[in-house]
């Protein structure tokens, strides 16, 4: 395995995000039931790097994607690839950008998203034979050809979903938005159902792809532990907010968002030896009542640490640290919380 | 057979065999385990491994086409192998209760959750409609469900996952069951509700003494909340001990691999390491050890013949030729260290 592209000569900043949203804001439903699902999200994705993107059920992580490859209309803010807005397109233009097949989207269940009557040379063929422009022979040739990238045997090529394991089928799913030439691969949840071995299969997959045909990737994924293996970034989403993003190294050494350190201790690991406990991270009932302000920090309800100032949004800030320009977290005390969770009880209080 | 479990073990399982379309495949081949009260014990193996069949088959729920064809069931002593299903529907709630990955498909969606735990209690127990109620919200409380009265009135709609996995463990326990069986109960949740459910489990062991049979294809969960456990592969316990035991001297190479591609909560980056080949196909008779296949310690001895599980310690045994051979268990181990 080569070395993951983290030198800042070849995808800092000085080169131009392949993809970025700004000021994505975007609200499912109408009147009573509208949900403001992602707020005010800034992000960029570099040529060459794996993005993991973490959050609980409902932070808006899948919403993200599908916003991205233009299945939901952001209500603001726009989505640029290569500089050029590919949120808020209609009609023809829409089509021509869906099916031009830049932004691939690999779903969570295969075992929904794959047309179980389809064999699997018809579903990775697909994308290609809707784009048009290439006969019979190629399409097959293709199929073949991403089929094999993400080493399965070509005797499956004639099977259905329902034939092949889980594993296998989630192999599938990415050779299909392999076939088209992505220049972007997002993966939602890729691995939450799979076992541990499988799941490591399909992770170093992915960062094979990336190192062999220099894909960025981004990981929705739940499971902290399995993208601190592969992911060269990391971005928390707390209620439809970015809340803290950076390097993994350095998240994962020293996370600034308390929630970030929360989804980290609850991880289950096969050693003993966090940091710190859940216990640490979680409000008791003797922390002093949070502030309640609706326009407040939206973690400060579950956050031991917070103070009357959480009460107004905390911006998403660059982290003051040397050596990393691209770290930031939203949290009014994201370098004075640490040293009080250390003193807190690392054992459950009884209720 | 040998004779009578001893009746202070809470589930005894004795040398099950299961045969699936009907008959025709075996895929559990002579399983062995059992649960004292207040005991939690993990079954963990990869999907297909038999783990969950080995549940329903204590759960009196085998699918169609499954059976017994061999071994034993007992609750406390008390012999449950082919029982009739109104004899099961007698010990469901009241010695055994059940959690399931998906908590949303165990319940009505247009009735309220409060309603459907009070109309278990009323049929079970026989409670009027006043006392199901006031049961109801205790053991809401009880599970940890803040502002029970409230939750009462509420549809499966209205709750999140781990609110709904609460309300299942709630009905699970409503008829004080001895044994609490829970099949990838948390696999679908959160991380971080996934960790107050692990603790929830925990608080029901010490408070009421229950046992627990959790099953997970996550190594370091089972790690978090286990006493024991029995590491299941291709239908056969391969490994089974104390739960430190088999994590800082797993003896079996399976266990070994298990570990090995586990999660590691440092969140440092390591090589993800995967278990090459496949386990043999549910039914495929295999002569020896059923993992030698893809064994890195195989050696000819492994394919001669059936192996059976060999004691090394207090509670500790492994189904393997090799274990306790020093060279194997010092090349594991230094490997294991080392992540």
Same mark, same amino acid.
């Given at each position: 395995?080569?070395?993951?592209?983290?030198?800042?000569?070849?995808?800092?900043?000085?080169?131009?995000?392949?993809?970025?949203?700004?000021?994505?804001?975007?609200?499912?439903?109408?009147?009573?039931?509208?949900?403001?699902?992602?707020?005010?999200?800034?992000?960029?994705?570099?040529?060459?790097?794996?993005?993991?993107?973490?959050?609980?059920?409902?932070?808006?992580?899948?919403?993200?994607?599908?916003?991205?490859?233009?299945?939901?209309?952001?209500?603001?803010?726009?989505?640029?690839?290569?500089?050029?807005?590919?949120?808020?397109?209609?009609?023809?233009?829409?089509?021509?950008?869906?099916?031009?097949?830049?932004?691939?989207?690999?779903?969570?269940?295969?075992?929904?998203?794959?047309?179980?009557?389809?064999?699997?040379?018809?579903?990775?063929?697909?994308?290609?034979?809707?784009?048009?422009?290439?006969?019979?022979?190629?399409?097959?040739?293709?199929?073949?050809?991403?089929?094999?990238?993400?080493?399965?045997?070509?005797?499956?090529?004639?099977?259905?979903?329902?034939?092949?394991?889980?594993?296998?089928?989630?192999?599938?799913?990415?050779?299909?938005?392999?076939?088209?030439?992505?220049?972007?691969?997002?993966?939602?949840?890729?691995?939450?159902?799979?076992?541990?071995?499988?799941?490591?299969?399909?992770?170093?997959?992915?960062?094979?792809?990336?190192?062999?045909?220099?894909?960025?990737?981004?990981?929705?994924?739940?499971?902290?532990?399995?993208?601190?293996?592969?992911?060269?970034?990391?971005?928390?989403?707390?209620?439809?907010?970015?809340?803290?993003?950076?390097?993994?190294?350095?998240?994962?050494?020293?996370?600034?968002?308390?929630?970030?350190?929360?989804?980290?201790?609850?991880?289950?690991?096969?050693?003993?030896?966090?940091?710190?406990?859940?216990?640490?991270?979680?409000?008791?009932?003797?922390?002093?009542?949070?502030?309640?302000?609706?326009?407040?920090?939206?973690?400060?309800?579950?956050?031991?640490?917070?103070?009357?100032?959480?009460?107004?949004?905390?911006?998403?800030?660059?982290?003051?640290?040397?050596?990393?320009?691209?770290?930031?977290?939203?949290?009014?005390?994201?370098?004075?919380?640490?040293?009080?969770?250390?003193?807190?009880?690392?054992?459950?209080?009884?209720? | 057979?040998?004779?009578?479990?001893?009746?202070?073990?809470?589930?005894?399982?004795?040398?099950?065999?299961?045969?699936?379309?009907?008959?025709?495949?075996?895929?559990?081949?002579?399983?062995?385990?059992?649960?004292?009260?207040?005991?939690?014990?993990?079954?963990?193996?990869?999907?297909?491994?038999?783990?969950?069949?080995?549940?329903?088959?204590?759960?009196?729920?085998?699918?169609?086409?499954?059976?017994?064809?061999?071994?034993?069931?007992?609750?406390?002593?008390?012999?449950?192998?082919?029982?009739?299903?109104?004899?099961?529907?007698?010990?469901?709630?009241?010695?055994?209760?059940?959690?399931?990955?998906?908590?949303?498909?165990?319940?009505?969606?247009?009735?309220?959750?409060?309603?459907?735990?009070?109309? =278990? /209690?009323? %049929?079970?127990?026989? !409670? $009027?409609?006043?006392?199901?109620?006031?049961?109801? #919200?205790?053991? +809401?409380? &009880?599970?940890?469900?803040?502002?029970?009265?409230?939750?009462?009135?509420?549809?499966?709609?209205?709750?999140?996952?781990?609110?709904?996995?609460?309300?299942?463990?709630?009905?699970?326990?409503?008829?004080?069951?001895?044994?609490?069986?829970?099949?990838?109960?948390?696999?679908?949740?959160?991380?971080?509700?996934?960790?107050?459910?692990?603790?929830?489990?925990?608080?029901?062991?010490?408070?009421?003494?229950?046992? =627990? /049979?959790? %099953?997970?294809?996550? !190594? $370091?969960?089972?790690?978090?909340?286990?006493?024991? #456990?029995?590491? +299941?592969? &291709?239908?056969?316990?391969?490994?089974?001990?104390?739960?430190?035991?088999?994590?800082?001297?797993?003896?079996?190479?399976?266990?070994?691999?298990?570990?090995?591609?586990?999660?590691?909560?440092?969140?440092?980056?390591?090589?993800?390491?995967?278990?090459?080949?496949?386990?043999?196909?549910?039914?495929?008779?295999?002569?020896?050890?059923?993992?030698?296949?893809?064994?890195?310690?195989?050696?000819?001895?492994?394919?001669?013949?059936? %192996?059976?599980?060999?004691?090394?310690?207090?509670?500790?045994?492994?189904?393997? #030729?090799?274990?306790?051979?020093?060279?194997?268990?010092?090349?594991?181990?230094?490997?294991?260290?080392?992540?």
């Amino acid at each position: 395995m080569t070395a993951p592209i983290t030198d800042p000569a070849i995808a800092g900043p000085t080169r131009a995000p392949l993809l970025s949203l700004d000021g994505v804001d975007v609200v499912l439903g109408r009147g009573w039931r509208a949900n403001h699902v992602l707020s005010e999200v800034d992000l960029n994705i570099w040529p060459g790097e794996i993005v993991g993107l973490v959050g609980e059920t409902g932070s808006g992580k899948t919403t993200l994607a599908r916003t991205v490859v233009g299945l939901i209309r952001p209500r603001q803010g726009r989505v640029t690839f290569r500089g050029a807005p590919i949120s808020g397109l209609r009609r023809a233009a829409r089509r021509r950008e869906r099916r031009s097949g830049h932004v691939q989207l690999v779903f969570q269940d295969p075992l929904r998203s794959l047309d179980p009557d389809l064999t699997v040379a018809q579903i990775v063929g697909e994308g290609l034979r809707i784009r048009g422009g290439v006969d019979e022979a190629e399409i097959e040739r293709r199929a073949a050809g991403a089929l094999a990238k993400v080493g399965l045997d070509q005797t499956l090529l004639r099977r259905t979903p329902g034939q092949i394991s889980g594993g296998q089928r989630q192999r599938v799913s990415i050779a299909r938005a392999l076939a088209v030439d992505p220049e972007l691969l997002l993966c939602d949840e890729p691995v939450s159902a799979l076992d541990a071995s499988n799941r490591n299969y399909i992770l170093r997959l992915l960062g094979d792809l990336r190192d062999t045909l220099g894909l960025p990737i981004v990981i929705i994924s739940h499971d902290l532990s399995s993208l601190a293996g592969i992911a060269d970034r990391v971005v928390v989403l707390y209620r439809g907010r970015i809340v803290e993003d950076g390097p993994v190294a350095q998240v994962f050494t020293a996370p600034r968002h308390p929630y970030t350190a929360l989804l980290m201790a609850s991880a289950p690991s096969v050693r003993h030896d966090r940091p710190l406990t859940v216990h640490q991270l979680r409000r008791t009932a003797a922390d002093p009542a949070p502030p309640s302000a609706a326009g407040g920090c939206a973690f400060a309800a579950r956050c031991p640490f917070a103070v009357d100032a959480c009460a107004v949004r905390p911006a998403l800030v660059p982290v003051a640290e040397p050596g990393t320009d691209r770290w930031s977290a939203a949290c009014h005390r994201h370098a004075e919380w640490q040293p009080l969770a250390r003193e807190r009880s690392a054992l459950a209080t009884p209720h | 057979m040998p004779g009578k479990p001893p009746p202070d073990e809470v589930l005894h399982i004795q040398d099950l065999h299961i045969t699936v379309h009907d008959g025709a495949a075996t895929a559990v081949r002579g399983i062995t385990l059992s649960v004292g009260p207040g005991e939690i014990v993990g079954l963990v193996g990869e999907s297909g491994s038999g783990k969950t069949l080995a549940c329903r088959a204590a759960l009196g729920v085998l699918p169609a086409g499954c059976a017994v064809s061999q071994g034993a069931i007992s609750f406390g002593g008390e012999n449950v192998t082919g029982l009739s299903r109104r004899g099961w529907e007698r010990l469901h709630g009241t010695a055994v209760g059940a959690v399931f990955q998906d908590p949303a498909s165990y319940l009505n969606p247009n009735l309220t959750v409060g309603g459907q735990l009070a109309e =278990v /209690l009323r %049929v079970k127990q026989r !409670l $009027a409609r006043a006392e199901a109620h006031r049961k109801t #919200v205790e053991l +809401f409380a &009880a599970v940890g469900l803040h502002d029970p009265e409230r939750v009462f009135h509420q549809i499966p709609a209205e709750l999140s996952g781990g609110m709904l996995q609460r309300v299942m463990i709630a009905i699970a326990i409503s008829c004080d069951p001895r044994l609490l069986i829970a099949d990838e109960a948390t696999t679908a949740l959160d991380v971080t509700i996934q960790a107050e459910i692990i603790e929830l489990l925990k608080d029901l062991r010490d408070q009421r003494n229950l046992a =627990v /049979l959790f %099953v997970s294809h996550d !190594l $370091a969960l089972i790690r978090e909340l286990c006493d024991r #456990v029995v590491v +299941f592969y &291709a239908g056969e316990a391969v490994e089974t001990g104390p739960v430190e035991e088999i994590i800082d001297r797993p003896r079996h190479p399976y266990t070994q691999a298990l570990l090995r591609v586990a999660s590691v909560g440092d969140f440092q980056r390591r090589e993800l390491r995967v278990i090459p080949g496949q386990p043999p196909q549910m039914g495929e008779d295999v002569v020896g050890c059923r993992f030698a296949a893809r064994c890195p310690a195989a050696i000819d001895a492994c394919r001669s013949g059936p %192996v059976d599980l060999l004691p090394l310690g207090p509670g500790h045994q492994a189904r393997c #030729v090799r274990a306790g051979d020093p060279e194997l268990d010092a090349a594991a181990g230094a490997e294991l260290a080392a992540r």
